[in-house]
Structure formats: C-alpha cells, structure tokens
C-alpha cells in the first residue's frame, strides 16, 4: 500500500556517521525539527554490487540536494559495523569511502517493516505451516518527505535496478515549484519550464502550445 500523503513512520533508528560514530537517527523529526526536506534511499545490502554505485551517485550529487535544502540518508538492514568497514573500503575495491551523508542500520527491519519493503516470499509446507523463502533484505526503495513530514514520492526498485539520481532532483523541483506557487507540473517538467493550473482551462492552454 502507498504512503504518498502520509506521515513518515516516527522511528528512532540506529546510524553510521562517515567519521564512524553511532548516531540515533529520526527520519521525521530530521525533517520537521530542521524544516528540510529528506531524501532517504534504501539499498539491499553492503558489499554487494549495484548498491556502491548507488552510494556514490547520491554522493556526487549531494551538493544539488543541499542546495534545495534536502537532506541524503540512506539506509540497510546491516549494522553498524558492517557500514563502518564499507565506508573504509577504497572505491576502486568496490567500497563506499568518501560518502558522507549517514547511513541507517535497520538490523531488526522495525522500519523497513513499516514500510514494506522488506523482501519476504514465502512457501508453505504439505501442512500449511509458513516457510520463509525471501532474501529478507530490502528492495530499493525512495522516498521524498517534507518539511512537514509527509511522502510526497516513494518508489520501489527490484534488486538489479539501479537508480536515476537526476530524477529525485527533478521531484524535488517539481514539489517545491508547487509549494510555492500553487501550481502543477506537468509531465517531464523541469525547473525552469512551465506549469500548470489545476483547471481545464490552463490545461487545454498548456496542451495547445505542447
């Protein structure tokens, strides 16, 4: 089930720093105490193979985020440990050294649960009985919050799919264009361009001339 247009679950979740320090880390509260927008990107896990590519994607555009006021975290069900030693693994040795934004250890999956996203298929037994068969890691999933607190995107990769960086820019325009002017955005608006207003009238304008 979607969470578009609900409140960002309010959990207190465990984190690795890119100094090594244990942080403590409320996606919600990040968002409404410090009156940002988050960007919080889930990957399945450390070690692995598209997921450095990822982590080094929100890095190199980190700047871009800072600049429309959002905040990266990103986030796995490995501890704490395991993120410290990735982020001290060289780049070329497939590692995350030099990401700086903190990285959340969900171990327990409390919220990774909350939000579905965990991969668990399950099988049946010849007397019913649930068997576990998922890889129980999460698939990659995004989501956008508020200054407020509310998803105003989410979006689910399965596991060999790596993201597109450029286009959770490209939303946070997009939301902030209509927080600040009341309008819409059409399809593939960019910053920039032009948008709508939420009638038929500005619509039938807009297609006119698109």
Known sequence: MSLVGRKFPNVTIDAMSEMGD????NVLQEAINNQQK??????????????PTELHAFQEAQEEFKKRN??????SCDTNEVHFAWLNTAKEN???EGVTYPILSDTHRQLANLLGIVDQDFDYDEDGQELFSGSN??????????????IFHESVNDMPLGRNVKEFIRMIDAYTHVQKHGEVCPANWEEGKEAMHADRKSTAAYLAKN
Do not use: Q, S
Not at 70 to 75: F, K, L, R, V
């Open 70 to 75: 959002t905040m990266i975290i990103g986030a």
């Open 22 to 25: 244990d942080l403590r880390i």
């Open 94 to 96: 497939g590692g995350i």
């Open 137 to 150: 890691v999460t698939y990659r999933a995004t989501y956008l919050i508020d200054e407020t607190g509310k």
């Open 38 to 51: 988050v960007l919080l990107f889930w990957y399945p896990k450390d070690f692995t193979f598209v997921c």
